[in-house]
T-cell receptor, first 115, second 111 residues
Framework: NAGVTQTPKFQVLKTGQSMTLQCAQD?????MYWYRQDPGMGLRLIYY???????DKGEVPNGYNVSRLNKREFSLRLESAAPSQTSVYFC??????????????FGPGTRLTVL | QQPVQSPQAVILREGEDAVINCSSS?????VHWYRQKHGEAPVFLMI?????EQKGHEKISASFNEKKQQSSLYLTASQLSYSGTYFC????????????FGTGTQLKVEL
């Protein structure tokens, strides 16, 4: 099992450009998440999907959109990138739809720089 | 609102012990602990549930004080491999497996 995979690993954008970050998991998990990690801020939830066909906003959703394409894949789109979106983006998944007892498995991250 | 972790950073000599604290202003259902090495993804350590017992993982254990909405991570006889940033993730009652992470505690273990 590959676990959670993310593409690309690195990306440099100019202000105003758009891009989509891809995430896939092969663990048959129901829930998937997108986080951003900035120095000194820890991990902040952008969007999550409790199950296929549903998505909900997290703490910092502004400037992002998501698509839960199927049970395996959950993509994050930046429509018009801004320097404030420079960050490391992590995708994660967990088995259950709603439970506090389940661990989240993280992908390797995408390091995004917006100039 | 993010849980507050303390200390922000700590340096240990190999074999020494450390305690990392995580405090929330909200009523909690569970607390999750993760460790992240530089340039890598966070890795799960353990979950503590409301009403549950103290958990252990090798020489790393944790507790959850429900009344104070606090959790503590205990690292005993530290090893070089324990170096990294430790995050607590808290879930509020009815939170639906959404975690709110603290800002992290950087731990460095030296010879």
């Amino acid at each position: 099992n590959a676990g959670v995979t993310q593409t690309p690993k690195f990306q440099v954008l100019k202000t105003g450009q758009s891009m989509t970050l891809q995430c896939a998991q092969d663990m048959n998990h129901n829930s998937m998440y997108w986080y951003r990690q900035d120095p000194g801020m820890g991990l902040r939830l952008i969007y999550y999907s409790a199950s296929e066909g549903t998505t909900d906003k997290g703490e910092v959703p502004n400037g992002y959109n998501v698509s839960r394409l199927n049970k395996r894949e959950f993509s994050l789109r930046l429509e018009s990138a801004a320097p404030s979106q420079t960050s490391v983006y992590f995708c994660a998944s967990s088995r259950y739809r709603t439970s506090g007892t389940d661990t989240q498995y993280f992908g390797p991250g995408t390091r995004l720089t917006v100039l | 609102q993010q849980p507050v972790q303390s200390p922000q950073a700590v340096i240990l000599r190999e074999g020494e012990d450390a305690v990392i604290n995580c405090s929330s202003s909200k009523a909690l259902y569970s607390v999750h602990w993760y460790r992240q090495k530089h340039g890598e993804a966070p890795v799960f350590l353990m979950i503590l549930l409301k009403g549950g017992e103290q958990k252990g993982h090798e020489k790393i254990s944790a507790s959850f004080n429900e009344k104070k909405q606090q959790s503590s991570l205990y690292l005993t006889a530290s090893q070089l491999s324990y170096s990294g940033t430790y995050f607590c993730g808290t879930e509020s009652a009815g939170g639906g497996n959404k975690l709110t992470f603290g800002t992290g505690t950087q731990l460095k273990v030296e010879l």
